[in-house]
């Protein structure tokens, strides 16, 4: 007597009819809960990594928050001890009440902000004075000096030469140390007095009332850490400033620290500022929420804070910061847009292919699912069989996925895509039930004619196709939308439902060329063509999910080619907006010797210097602005920014015409109206406009002119400290800018048109969205592969019957294989095409509906551009892959044996 299985043997049996759909709808359950879960926590991970990028990488003059005042603060104590720490004796009671008000508004800072800024730090310097020996040596400089003085000076500067700095006691020199670089360039020894010019306008102090001002060098100093970010706010502490223009004797300027009890003293006899700053960690921006810390950060620069306990004195705080934050989050925020709209692709076939498996699940299992239903089991319970087998398969895959998920993304979404990932496990249940119909319970043929779409499929795919055109019509007419508000859901479903919305419209479409084949065959004698016609219009079983699989993976590679070109353009863009050549230097003043001898250096095809020169008036017909004049060698501004987005045309400007011509900045002209326009009193012709100057940031109001024109307008001379280079093709920039840095020799900041952009392309959010389309594109090709080995099995019964019958009227086999072959290659030959026209089209949606300009450094939106060499290539590799798929589908398309098929066929 045969032993009945046990329940183990028969659980697994069930579960393994058919293995292979099983495992199918597992792992595309676990993929998609995988994606949702870790998605929206990635792209919370990626805008995070690019706020903490871009704001890490600033210099801390820009980072940081600081305020100047004209003026000197009431002097007095602090309340809170905790102020006054490591400062030096004597400092409390002159600068201890303007770091007790500095400590309180830190304190009241916003809870997103207050751990990213350190303590406030600040100093107050006087007015220039001149100080002269008693005889000056031909070769020194006339030395200037700003009385200096800080709460902690100590522990920042140590003594290398001299002793400290004692109080003032009314009397006599004031004693103050220099830097020992300072102390050097204006050649004072330590012990030397030195006094000021009667010419000196000081008010009244003591000795001073009549002019008589006296230093003495006691001591020179170096910095404890000269790369701390504390001397980036004091320019001239650690060096003297020499201005030489080749017409008198230079000038060195630097500041000369005084004891703080001295600077009480003084600081009534001379016009005073004070400069206070909070540093700011870029770095600790990785850990803080974007939205959250640029709201703090405009609150904290949008108020006042008083520096007096009067309230009369304020200082606002600025920060470029503000602009970078809001840059870097737009940036992270399309890009999120951006990789949801890929994303949507590859969830959506991966859903499908899961109803796909669950129909080949049920085609296994009709014999078994028949006879139920004639032992009396009604429907409903089949389907809740089913959908209970289907839980059983999805939910644990589902819940395993989704704490992956979470394990190797550590930033925090909300609960909603970890619930939403869970709930990904009930789709295998759904689509197990009511993939069940009354008419797979019956004995039919399903190939006989052709297929008749219910009224309800019909309505379906109406309302898809209303609800795709409602959406990319909305999409066109809202236009772009604020790049920091985070992903719209209009501009995720509207790619959506045209993904969808092509994909049934291909596949209406793809019968059309399949009857026109189907018609010249029956002209002709074979039957390879006229039999894999008319199967392939007669049963076309799971031909739109393969369609929208194949049409995605094609799309998408269409779709990253575009998306990707158009933003490592935007990347070149934005970097010659930041250059504004191939090299650009800046810093001391820039003559015409130092720019012939940039010229001259080996690799450098051209040098012109850029001037940011004084505010003048321009009149035009609608009003009159102050504006900052931008003056270069226009020509030759033109030959080095060639080629550049946004440069200035050859020849728009000729220099020296009559009335002189210049370039008004496209604001300016819109406010000044067009028609007479004066530059201060004399006439001028505007022969165009610009954006901006490519490498010059400032107001967006400004006129540009020639050097020449320029001189004769206002009598200014031409000291540029701005120079752009223009290198040869092939030379190595890196070099040549190291070479152009020695013979600058004094400090300056050099930028690299090539390291600019590589900067750009690599930040987190370039380098997230290269790689999510990248991975998105490869998902879509192995989706592609597993629909068509599931075409393949869901059509495998009748396959089987045809071939058998064919078979058993001599049919060989190349020929069968024939006959399979036209059951996937025209899928193929449908999803490039279709997959074409919709790759095409989601980037149009894109720059449509996504704000670009963060990747292009401002300006217009960019359009499209085109790569044909990673175009080509992405689409050749798909192709490619479909190819191979499709080999595979024909030769994993095996058929049931003809004996078998001929024993159980009943007509």
């Given at each position: 007597?045969?032993?009945?299985?046990?329940?183990?043997?028969?659980?697994r049996?069930?579960?393994?009819?058919?293995?292979?759909a099983?495992?199918?709808?597992?792992a595309?359950?676990?993929?998609?809960?995988?994606?949702?879960a870790?998605?929206?926590?990635a792209?919370?991970?990626?805008v995070?990594a690019?706020?903490?990028?871009?704001?890490?990488?600033?210099?801390?003059?820009?980072?940081?928050?600081?305020?100047?005042?004209?003026?000197?603060?009431?002097?007095?104590?602090?309340?809170?001890?905790?102020?006054?720490?490591?400062?030096?004796?004597?400092?409390?009671?002159?600068?201890?009440?303007?770091?007790?008000?500095?400590?309180?508004?830190?304190?009241?800072?916003?809870?997103?902000?207050?751990?990213?800024?350190?303590?406030?730090?600040?100093?107050?310097?006087?007015?220039?004075?001149?100080?002269?020996?008693?005889?000056l040596?031909?070769?020194?400089?006339?030395?200037?000096?700003?009385?200096?003085?800080?709460?902690?000076?100590?522990?920042?500067?140590?003594l290398?030469?001299?002793?400290?700095?004692?109080?003032?006691?009314?009397?006599?020199?004031?004693?103050?140390?220099?830097?020992?670089?300072?102390a050097?360039?204006?050649?004072?020894?330590?012990?030397?007095?030195?006094?000021?010019?009667?010419?000196?306008?000081?008010?009244?102090?003591?000795?001073?009332?009549e002019?008589?001002?006296?230093?003495?060098?006691?001591?020179?100093?170096?910095?404890?850490?000269?790369?701390?970010?504390?001397?980036?706010?004091?320019?001239?502490?650690?060096?003297?400033?020499?201005?030489?223009?080749?017409?008198?004797?230079?000038?060195?300027?630097?500041?000369?620290?005084?004891?703080?009890?001295?600077?009480?003293?003084?600081?009534?006899?001379?016009r005073?500022?004070?400069?206070?700053?909070?540093?700011?960690?870029?770095?600790?921006a990785?850990?803080?929420?974007?939205?959250?810390?640029?709201?703090?950060?405009?609150?904290?620069?949008?108020?006042?804070?008083?520096?007096?306990?009067?309230?009369?004195?304020?200082?606002?705080?600025?920060?470029?910061?503000?602009?970078?934050?809001?840059?870097?989050l737009?940036?992270?925020?399309?890009?999120?847009?951006?990789?949801?709209?890929?994303?949507?692709?590859?969830?959506?076939?991966?859903?499908?292919?899961?109803?796909?498996a669950?129909?080949?699940?049920?085609?296994r299992?009709?014999?078994d699912?028949?006879?139920?239903?004639?032992?009396?089991?009604?429907?409903?319970?089949?389907?809740?069989l089913?959908?209970?087998?289907?839980?059983?398969?999805?939910?644990?895959?589902?819940?395993?996925?989704?704490?992956?998920?979470?394990?190797?993304?550590?930033?925090?979404?909300?609960?909603?895509?970890?619930?939403?990932?869970?709930?990904?496990?009930?789709v295998?249940?759904?689509?197990?039930?009511?993939?069940?119909?009354?008419?797979?319970?019956?004995?039919?043929?399903?190939?006989?004619?052709?297929?008749?779409?219910?009224?309800?499929?019909?309505i379906?795919?109406?309302?898809?196709?209303?609800?795709?055109?409602?959406?990319?019509v909305?999409?066109?007419?809202?236009?772009?939308?604020?790049?920091?508000?985070?992903?719209?859901?209009?501009?995720?479903?509207a790619?959506?439902?045209?993904?969808v919305?092509?994909?049934?419209?291909?596949?209406?479409?793809?019968?059309?060329?399949?009857?026109?084949?189907?018609?010249?065959?029956?002209?002709?004698?074979?039957?390879?063509?006229?039999?894999?016609?008319?199967?392939?219009?007669?049963?076309?079983?799971?031909?739109?999910?393969a369609?929208l699989?194949?049409?995605?993976?094609?799309?998408?590679?269409?779709?990253?080619?575009?998306?990707?070109?158009?933003?490592?353009?935007?990347?070149?863009?934005?970097?010659?907006?930041?250059?504004?050549?191939?090299?650009?230097?800046?810093?001391?003043?820039?003559?015409?010797?130092?720019?012939?001898?940039?010229?001259?250096?080996?690799?450098?095809?051209?040098?012109?210097?850029?001037?940011?020169?004084?505010?003048?008036?321009?009149?035009?017909?609608?009003?009159?602005?102050?504006?900052?004049?931008?003056?270069?060698?226009v020509?030759?501004?033109a030959?080095?920014q060639?080629g550049?987005?946004?440069?200035?045309?050859?020849?728009?400007?000729?220099?020296?015409?009559?009335?002189?011509?210049?370039?008004?900045?496209?604001?300016?002209?819109?406010?000044?109206?067009e028609?007479?326009?004066?530059?201060?009193?004399?006439?001028?012709?505007?022969?165009?406009?610009?954006?901006?100057?490519?490498?010059?940031?400032?107001?967006?109001?400004?006129?540009?002119?020639d050097r020449?024109?320029?001189?004769a307008?206002?009598?200014f001379?031409?000291?540029?400290?701005?120079?752009?280079?223009?290198?040869?093709?092939?030379?190595?920039?890196?070099?040549?800018?190291?070479?152009?840095?020695?013979?600058?020799?004094?400090?300056?900041?050099?930028?690299?048109?090539?390291?600019?952009?590589?900067e750009i392309?690599?930040?987190?959010?370039?380098?997230?969205?290269?790689?999510?389309?990248?991975?998105?594109?490869?998902v879509?090709v192995a989706?592609?592969?597993?629909?068509?080995?599931?075409?393949?099995?869901?059509?495998?019964d009748?396959?089987?019957?045809?071939?058998?019958?064919?078979r058993?009227?001599?049919?060989?086999?190349?020929?069968?294989?024939?006959?399979?072959?036209?059951?996937?290659?025209?899928?193929?030959?449908?999803?490039?095409?279709?997959?074409?026209?919709?790759?095409?089209?989601l980037?149009l949606?894109?720059?449509?509906?996504?704000?670009?300009?963060?990747?292009?450094?401002g300006?217009?939106?960019?359009?499209?551009?085109?790569?044909?060499?990673?175009?080509?290539?992405?689409?050749?590799?798909?192709?490619?892959?479909?190819?191979?798929?499709?080999?595979?589908?024909?030769?994993?398309?095996?058929?049931?044996?003809?004996?078998?098929?001929?024993?159980?066929?009943e007509?």
């Amino acid at each position: 007597m045969t032993r009945s299985p046990g329940l183990s043997a028969l659980t697994r049996r069930r579960f393994a009819t058919p293995r292979s759909a099983a495992l199918v709808i597992i792992a595309l359950t676990a993929f998609a809960a995988f994606v949702i879960a870790a998605a929206p926590r990635a792209l919370v991970g990626v805008v995070r990594a690019e706020v903490a990028h871009q704001v890490s990488d600033m210099p801390a003059i820009s980072r940081d928050l600081s305020a100047s005042l004209i003026g000197s603060p009431a002097l007095g104590s602090a309340n809170d001890p905790e102020v006054i720490g490591g400062w030096d004796e004597g400092a409390e009671d002159v600068f201890g009440a303007v770091g007790q008000l500095l400590a309180d508004n830190r304190a009241s800072l916003e809870p997103a902000l207050a751990p990213l800024v350190g303590e406030a730090q600040f100093a107050a310097y006087a007015q220039d004075l001149r100080v002269d020996p008693e005889s000056l040596p031909p070769q020194a400089p006339i030395s200037i000096v700003q009385l200096f003085a800080e709460p902690a000076m100590q522990s920042s500067v140590e003594l290398v030469d001299g002793g400290w700095p004692e109080p003032w006691t009314g009397t006599g020199p004031v004693e103050i140390v220099l830097s020992q670089v300072a102390a050097s360039t204006m050649q004072w020894p330590v012990g030397e007095v030195r006094s000021a010019p009667p010419s000196t306008r000081v008010t009244s102090v003591d000795d001073w009332l009549e002019g008589a001002v006296e230093i003495q060098l006691v001591g020179t100093v170096t910095a404890i850490d000269p790369d701390a970010d504390r001397w980036a706010h004091l320019p001239t502490s650690l060096i003297a400033t020499v201005f030489d223009d080749g017409n008198r004797r230079p000038t060195a300027t630097s500041v000369a620290w005084v004891h703080p009890e001295s600077w009480a003293q003084i600081v009534p006899a001379l016009r005073a500022e004070l400069q206070a700053w909070y540093p700011v960690d870029g770095g600790a921006a990785l850990g803080a929420e974007p939205v959250e810390l640029l709201s703090a950060l405009r609150a904290a620069t949008s108020t006042s804070v008083p520096v007096d306990e009067t309230g009369q004195l304020r200082v606002r705080f600025q920060s470029e910061i503000v602009d970078v934050l809001s840059t870097a989050l737009s940036r992270a925020n399309s890009a999120s847009a951006i990789l949801a709209v890929a994303a949507v692709g590859p969830l959506a076939v991966s859903v499908s292919l899961v109803v796909l498996a669950a129909a080949l699940m049920i085609r296994r299992r009709r014999a078994d699912l028949s006879l139920m239903s004639a032992r009396g089991a009604p429907l409903a319970r089949l389907r809740r069989l089913l959908f209970g087998e289907g839980l059983i398969l999805g939910i644990p895959a589902a819940i395993l996925a989704a704490i992956g998920a979470i394990a190797v993304t550590p930033n925090d979404a909300g609960p909603l895509p970890t619930l939403l990932a869970v709930a990904v496990g009930v789709v295998p249940g759904v689509a197990l039930a009511f993939t069940l119909r009354p008419a797979l319970l019956e004995r039919g043929r399903a190939d006989l004619d052709a297929p008749v779409r219910s009224k309800a499929v019909r309505i379906a795919e109406a309302v898809v196709l209303l609800l795709a055109a409602v959406a990319v019509v909305q999409l066109f007419l809202r236009g772009i939308g604020s790049a920091t508000d985070g992903i719209d859901p209009l501009v995720v479903a509207a790619p959506l439902l045209a993904t969808v919305a092509v994909a049934l419209i291909v596949v209406r479409l793809h019968p059309i060329p399949i009857a026109a084949a189907l018609r010249v065959a029956r002209r002709g004698r074979g039957v390879v063509g006229l039999v894999g016609a008319a199967r392939n219009l007669r049963d076309s079983a799971a031909g739109t999910t393969a369609v929208l699989a194949m049409l995605v993976a094609v799309a998408i590679a269409v779709f990253s080619s575009l998306v990707l070109a158009t933003v490592d353009r935007g990347a070149v863009v934005a970097a010659q907006r930041d250059v504004g050549g191939d090299i650009r230097l800046a810093g001391p003043y820039f003559d015409d010797d130092m720019i012939d001898s940039m010229r001259a250096v080996e690799g450098v095809d051209d040098a012109v210097g850029v001037l940011r020169g004084d505010y003048v008036t321009v009149a035009g017909p609608d009003g009159r602005e102050s504006v900052q004049v931008t003056v270069t060698d226009v020509d030759t501004l033109a030959a080095v920014q060639r080629g550049m987005v946004g440069a200035l045309p050859a020849g728009l400007i000729t220099p020296a015409s009559d009335p002189v011509q210049i370039v008004e900045s496209s604001v300016l002209a819109a406010d000044l109206g067009e028609g007479q326009t004066t530059f201060v009193t004399s006439p001028v012709d505007v022969v165009g406009t610009l954006d901006r100057v490519l490498g010059l940031t400032g107001s967006e109001k400004f006129v540009l002119m020639d050097r020449a024109d320029y001189a004769a307008l206002t009598g200014f001379g031409f000291f540029p400290r701005t120079v752009m280079i223009d290198v040869a093709p092939g030379a190595d920039a890196a070099a040549i800018a190291d070479e152009l840095g020695d013979l600058v020799g004094s400090a300056h900041s050099t930028r690299i048109l090539e390291e600019s952009t590589a900067e750009i392309q690599a930040s987190p959010a370039v380098s997230a969205l290269r790689f999510v389309l990248l991975s998105a594109l490869a998902v879509a090709v192995a989706l592609s592969v597993v629909a068509l080995l599931l075409v393949a099995g869901v059509s495998r019964d009748a396959r089987s019957r045809v071939i058998a019958l064919l078979r058993s009227m001599g049919l060989d086999r190349p020929r069968s294989r024939g006959v399979v072959a036209w059951e996937f290659v025209p899928l193929g030959v449908t999803a490039l095409v279709g997959g074409v026209v919709l790759g095409a089209l989601l980037p149009l949606l894109v720059v449509t509906s996504i704000d670009l300009r963060p990747f292009t450094g401002g300006g217009g939106q960019p359009s499209i551009a085109v790569d044909p060499v990673l175009s080509g290539t992405l689409i050749a590799v798909v192709v490619v892959a479909l190819a191979l798929a499709v080999v595979g589908g024909v030769a994993s398309a095996r058929t049931t044996s003809m004996a078998t098929v001929l024993r159980t066929e009943e007509d």
